[in-house]
């Protein structure tokens, strides 16, 4: 049984950081193809926002880029997401995803990833 479990959410300050921990139970994350983490903002769709793959190469939303790093530990099972210099347009609820053999092509669509945590609230104050 795969679980994945967000945590790191919070409320903070425009300027501040948080750093969002994903941890995943009956599979190691070094076998996944791809873990991303998606944002969704209310009344709007699920959006992509940074993934590493198996091989630890990542990506980035344009709007995060320089400011949101993924990592991953492997003896901790762990993704990260470090946020820093955050905005009041990065509030959402965000979501960690995993999945066994997603293409490239697909890393950056909500629906090619089969495991979903629950999420955690983001929520940054002007």
């Known amino acids: 049984q795969v679980q994945l479990v967000e945590s790191g959410g919070g409320l903070v300050q425009a300027g501040g950081s948080l750093r969002l921990s994903c941890a995943a139970s009956?599979?190691?994350?070094?076998?996944?193809?791809?873990v991303g983490w998606f944002r969704q903002a209310p009344g709007k769709e699920r959006q992509f926002v940074a993934a590493?793959?198996?091989?630890?190469?990542?990506g980035y939303l344009g709007s995060v880029k320089g400011r949101f790093t993924i990592s991953r530990d492997n003896a901790k099972n762990t993704v990260y997401l470090q946020m820093n210099s955050l905005k009041p347009e990065d509030t959402a609820v965000y979501y960690c995803?995993?999945?066994?053999?997603?293409?490239?092509?697909?890393?950056?669509?909500?629906?090619?990833?089969?495991?979903w945590g629950q999420g955690t609230q983001v929520t940054v104050s002007s």
């Open positions: 995803a995993a999945d066994l053999s997603i293409s490239l092509s697909r890393a950056t669509t909500w629906d090619g990833y089969a495991y």
């Open positions: 009956g599979r190691t994350f070094s076998t996944y193809a791809m």
């Open positions: 590493i793959s198996r091989s630890g190469n990542t």
